[in-house]
């Protein structure tokens, strides 16, 4: 099976411009995560969706960032407008409910540099 | 609330040789514990997981770790490193299959092999 697949892997944006960053779960996982990872900060999860609600976004740093998920099989985390210090790597992950439903399944990231 | 603390930042090992990465938790119930392994520029793979059961856990790539409740610690071990086994490692504690999935992970272990 495919596992969490996200795009782009890279991104390079000028400071003000606009970020999308779009994630697929892995089919029949009905919970959806967004962590940023930095050197300063480690791994931090932003915000994460049970069945496309949203149930926790207090880890979203400010009004700057937005996350959606418009159906079970997308997922997007939009920065506007974007900013030096959100560069950093974004990974969505997926989880099931079923036993053993915690384990998380990371995508490979995308590499946010915004100069 | 739940936390994880890794108390070692870096670890330099030789090649052959044995390692032990620490992990210490607090959880207020029985705790679900994961290791993760994140390799450069890749994103983060389970290596291993308990949830209840034997207290010695078996993973992939040889790794082992062991539930100690009275420690609060959930410790990874390997016999023998390998130069591949060079990464960053990160123990997670998450919640029960009621609300599965909101893990907290530590800060992270960096590994360096040495020839």
């Known amino acids: 099976d495919a596992g969490v697949i996200q795009s782009p892997r890279h991104e390079v944006t000028e400071m003000g411009q606009e970020v999308t960053l779009r994630c697929k779960p892995i089919?029949?996982?009905?919970?959806l995560f967004w962590y940023r990872q930095t050197m300063m900060r480690g791994l931090e999860l932003l915000i994460y969706?049970?069945?496309?609600?949203?149930?926790?976004d207090s880890g979203m740093p400010e009004d700057r960032f937005s996350a959606k998920m418009p159906n079970a099989s997308f997922s997007t985390l939009k920065i506007q407008p974007s900013e030096p210090r959100d560069s950093a790597v974004y990974f969505c992950?997926?989880?099931?409910?079923?036993?053993?439903?915690?384990?998380?399944?990371f995508g490979e990231g995308s590499w946010l540099t915004v100069v | 609330a739940q936390s994880v603390t890794q108390p070692d930042i870096h670890i330099t090992v030789s090649e052959g040789a044995s390692l032990e990465l620490r992990c210490n938790y607090s959880?207020?119930?029985?705790?679900?514990l994961f290791w993760y392994v994140q390799s450069p520029g890749q994103g983060l793979q389970l290596l291993l997981k308990?949830?209840?059961?034997?207290?010695l856990v078996q993973g992939i790539k040889g790794f082992e770790a062991e539930f100690k409740r009275s420690q609060s610690s959930f410790n990874l071990r390997k016999p023998s490193v390998h130069w591949s086994d060079a990464a960053e490692y990160f123990c997670?504690?998450?919640?029960?299959?009621?609300?599965?999935?909101?893990?907290?992970f530590g800060d992270g272990t960096t590994l360096t092999v040495k020839p």
């Open positions: 308990y949830f209840s059961g034997d207290t």
């Open positions: 992950a997926s989880s099931g409910r079923g036993w053993p439903g915690n384990t998380i399944y």
């Open positions: 997670a504690v998450g919640r029960g299959n009621t609300n599965a999935g909101k893990s907290t």
């Open positions: 089919s029949g996982h009905d919970y």
């Open positions: 969706f049970n069945n496309n609600v949203p149930i926790d």
């Open positions: 959880y207020g119930a029985t705790p679900y």
